[in-house]
C-alpha cells in the first residue's frame, strides 16, 4: 500500500514530496477504526507549526482531509460501524498518509457523511468550512444583524465565510481580486430562502479601488462589527511585491475599518503591530484572534466542539446552505506534481480521488 509523504529533512530548498509503501498492523486498538479512503483533500503543509510542536520525523504523512466507508471497527468504538460513510481531518501526528487506500484512524476525528453529499466534494471543502466555523463562531462569535468584512470572498476560505455569514444573517461585504471573481461574487445567492444577494457590496481592489473610503460609506462611517482576512500586507507597496500580495489589504486599513467593539481575524501568522495600530485599536475596544485550525486535532479539550462543529458542515453542505465551488478530482497518479503546486501556491486546493 502506497502513501504520499514530505521529505522534511531537505533544508533550504522547496519540499519534497515521495511515493512510500506503507503497512497497516494487524489487528484495530481500542477506538481505532478502518476505512478505505475514497477522496483525500490536498492543502499547503506547514513545515514550521510541524517544527514548533516538536514533529520532527524524516517522512511527513500529506493528505488530511479524508472520505471514505469503514472497513472495520476496533473493539472499543461505539459511534461507528462496518460500511458507514465517514468524513474527518486526520491529525497532526497521524502516521499514515490520507493518500493510501485504506488508513487506520481514531473514531473521534471522525463524522458521519451524508449520503447525498459526494466524496470529493466534503474532502476538497471541510478544512475551508472548519476554518470559516473556527474565524466567525469560535472568534468572532458573529451574531445576526452584525456586518463583516471577508478578504478575497471569492477563493475557497473566503467563500465558505461568506455563505456562513449570510445564512446567519451577517450583512456580508467582501473585496474581489479579479473581474471574474467580482462578477461571481455579485450574482451569488443562496440556494435555500429568500433568494436575494448574499454580497451587500463587492469591493474591486483588482481596479487599485481605496477600500476604506468605501466600507465606511457602506456603514455610515460605523465600521464593521467583524473582519476576516486571508492574508495581510505590513508594510506599504514595494517593488519586491508580487502583484498577489497587492491586492492584500494593509493592517492599518483593516484597524481602521473596524468598528467599535469590533473582532479582527487574521491568519497571517508573523502579523506585526506598531504603536500606532495598537493605539487605534485601544481606543475602538476592538480585538484580534490568529487563526490556526490546527488546535482542534492538537489539543484534545474541545473534542466534543470540533466533531459538532465538522457534523454541522457536512449537514449544511448537504442542504446546500454551504457550497464550495467545483472542484476537479485528480487521479492518484497525479498526487506528487499536485501537492508541489499546492505547497508552492499555498492558496491553492487539490482533491485526490482513489
Not at 514550521?48 to 472497513?71: F, H, N, T, Y
Request: glycine fraction near 8%; include cysteine.
Amino acid at each position: 500500500m502506497k502513501g504520499l509523504y514530505c521529505k522534511s529533512a531537505v533544508s533550504d530548498a522547496e519540499p519534497k514530496f515521495v511515493i512510500q509503501e506503507t503497512t497497516l498492523p494487524d489487528a484495530l486498538i481500542n477506538h481505532q477504526v478502518r476505512v478505505q479512503v475514497k477522496a483525500c483533500g490536498l492543502s499547503p503543509l506547514d513545515l514550521k507549526l510541524l517544527s514548533d510542536v516538536g514533529d520532527q520525523r524524516d517522512l511527513i504523512p500529506v493528505g488530511r482531509e479524508v472520505a471514505g466507508v469503514i472497513l472495520q471497527v476496533g473493539p472499543k468504538v461505539t459511534s461507528f460501524h462496518p460500511e458507514d460513510e465517514v468524513v474527518g481531518i486526520l491529525p497532526l501526528d497521524a502516521p499514515c498518509s490520507g493518500l493510501c487506500d485504506i488508513i487506520d484512524i481514531d473514531e473521534h476525528y471522525l463524522v458521519q457523511k451524508p449520503e447525498k453529499l459526494s466524496s470529493v466534494c466534503v474532502a476538497a471543502a471541510l478544512r475551508d468550512g472548519l476554518c470559516a466555523y473556527t474565524a466567525l463562531h469560535t472568534h468572532a462569535r458573529m451574531a445576526a444583524g452584525q456586518t463583516v468584512l471577508v478578504m478575497d470572498g471569492a477563493s475557497p476560505f473566503g467563500l465558505m465565510c461568506v455563505q456562513l455569514a449570510g445564512y446567519h444573517g451577517a450583512k456580508v461585504l467582501t473585496t474581489s481580486h479579479s473581474p471574474d471573481t467580482h462578477a461571481f461574487l455579485e450574482q451569488l445567492r443562496p440556494s435555500v430562502g429568500v433568494q436575494e444577494p448574499l454580497v451587500a457590496r463587492v469591493i474591486p481592489v483588482y481596479t487599485g479601488s481605496d477600500m476604506l473610503p468605501l466600507v465606511l460609506e457602506e456603514t455610515g462611517g460605523l465600521g464593521v462589527d467583524i473582519v476576516v482576512d486571508s492574508g495581510v500586507r505590513l508594510q506599504e507597496e514595494n517593488d519586491r511585491e508580487t502583484d498577489e500580495d497587492k491586492l492584500l489589504p494593509h493592517k492599518h486599513d483593516i484597524i481602521s475599518a473596524l468598528g467599535v467593539g469590533g473582532h479582527w481575524v487574521t491568519s497571517h501568522q508573523d502579523l506585526q503591530l506598531d504603536p500606532p495600530d495598537c493605539r487605534l485599536l485601544h481606543l475602538k475596544s476592538a480585538s484580534i484572534s490568529f487563526l490556526n485550525p490546527e488546535v482542534w486535532t492538537a489539543s484534545s479539550a474541545q473534542q466534543g466542539r470540533y466533531l459538532h462543529i465538522l457534523k454541522d458542515i457536512v449537514e449544511k453542505m448537504s442542504a446546500g446552505v454551504l457550497r464550495p465551488q467545483p472542484q476537479e478530482a485528480l487521479p492518484l497518479y497525479e498526487a506528487t506534481v499536485a501537492m508541489e503546486t499546492v505547497q508552492r501556491r499555498m492558496k491553492q486546493k487539490a482533491v485526490i480521488q482513489l
